[in-house]
């Protein structure tokens, strides 16, 4: 036989003796049934959309956390600086009843005698 290349006219491999190449079937796994593919997909578009909403759900989460943490930290500065404030005022009234204290005169009392 000599290969002198493609065969040449009308004719297609349908045409030719035998069909198709036959191959082996390919193995599949135990419980496999030929119509799960449908099945499988919406399994998998099940999964995904479930890890989305659960990461959805995950970031309102955290979102609301910071929110809440932020408000609560700001309401604790808000109260150490009214703290801060009035032991400034009680400090600058207390220098200036210091600054303003005339010199202290001591006397000597006569002591009561009975």
């Known amino acids: 036989m000599s290969d002198d290349g493609p065969p040449k006219g009308d004719s297609s491999i349908r045409n030719m003796k035998g069909g198709y190449p036959k191959y082996a079937e390919t193995p599949m796994p135990d419980g496999y049934d030929g119509d799960d593919d449908s099945e499988s997909e919406l399994g998998s578009s099940a999964n995904t ?25 700001r309401a604790d500065i808000n109260i150490v600086l009214e703290y801060q404030k009035e032991h400034a005022q009680q400090y600058v009234h207390i220098t200036k009843l210091l600054q303003n204290m005339k010199q202290v005169q001591w006397q000597i009392v006569p002591a009561l005698t009975q």
């Open 49 to 73: 959309g479930l890890f989305s909403n659960t990461l959805q759900v995950l970031f309102i989460a955290i979102a609301i956390a910071h929110l809440w943490t932020v408000w609560t930290l």
